[in-house]
């Protein structure tokens, strides 16, 4: 069974420090997609990130960052500069391509302190 | 452009009373998607729909839970009659519906339901 790990419930962090929050992943799939997703108390998943498994190059956007290890089958995203509007949970999927099927993992919540 | 929307936003009814939620996808999105995320978890996919065939509801309580897409656009999700283990966010997400390649699933507020 395909399954996403993530293992810290809650994280806090200082405002315009980075904070790192892990997601490990168990598959036998080669090709597959991974996603952060962020949740803030008003409920919307929003996009954070996305990563393909065949690119090495780990993807950045903006203050958002992955550390992409695929034969650890590990993805943590790391968020520098952090704000008091990064204040949410984050969720980590796994997509293996061409099922249309995301396993979420369960979740880390983040707290941004002023 | 527009998301997601989701209609209502909060819902709250006694067990054994019948409830609808409604989703109206991004525009040109084939793909729909419901899905329900209990108290700390993730979310769990229901049913998938392309165009207006479900192309998966493995995962949906048939004996309570109905979904509709008539026309592929919106879409209906129905619970009839609610338990109380059915409290939950129902959330609604739609993608382009691009076959073989990733395709990014954008997801709507979601309805709170509390069922008492």
Redesign the interface.
């Given at each position: 069974a395909q399954t996403?790990t993530q293992s810290q419930p809650e994280m806090s962090v200082q405002e315009a420090e980075t904070v790192t929050l892990s997601c490990t992943y168990d598959t036998s799939e080669s090709n597959y997609?991974l996603?952060w997703?962020k949740q803030p108390p008003?409920?919307?998943?929003?996009?954070v990130i996305?990563q393909?498994a065949y690119k090495q190059q780990n993807a950045t956007e903006n203050r958002f960052s992955v550390n992409f290890q695929k034969a650890a089958k590990s993805f943590s995203l790391k968020i520098s500069d952090s704000q008091l509007g990064d204040t949410a949970m984050y969720?980590c999927?796994f997509?293996p391509?061409?099922t249309?099927?995301?396993i979420?993992?369960?979740?880390t919540r983040l707290k941004v302190l002023a | 452009e527009a998301g997601v929307v989701q209609s209502p936003r909060y819902k709250i009814i006694e067990k054994k009373q019948p409830v609808a939620f409604w989703c109206n996808p991004i525009s040109g999105h084939n793909t729909l998607y419901w899905y329900r995320q209990n108290l700390g978890q993730g979310p769990e996919l229901l049913i998938r729909y392309e165009n207006e065939e479900a192309v998966d509801d493995s995962q949906l309580p048939k004996d309570r839970f109905s979904a509709e897409r008539l026309k592929g656009v919106d879409s209906t999700l129905k619970i009839q009659p609610a338990e109380l283990g059915d409290s939950a966010v129902y959330l609604c997400a739609s993608s382009l519906g691009l076959a073989g390649v990733s395709d990014t699933q954008y997801f709507g507020p979601g309805t709170r339901l509390t069922v008492l």
């Open positions: 996403v997609y996603f997703y008003s409920r919307q998943m929003i996009l996305r393909e969720f999927a997509y391509s061409g249309y099927k995301y979420f993992g369960t979740g | -």
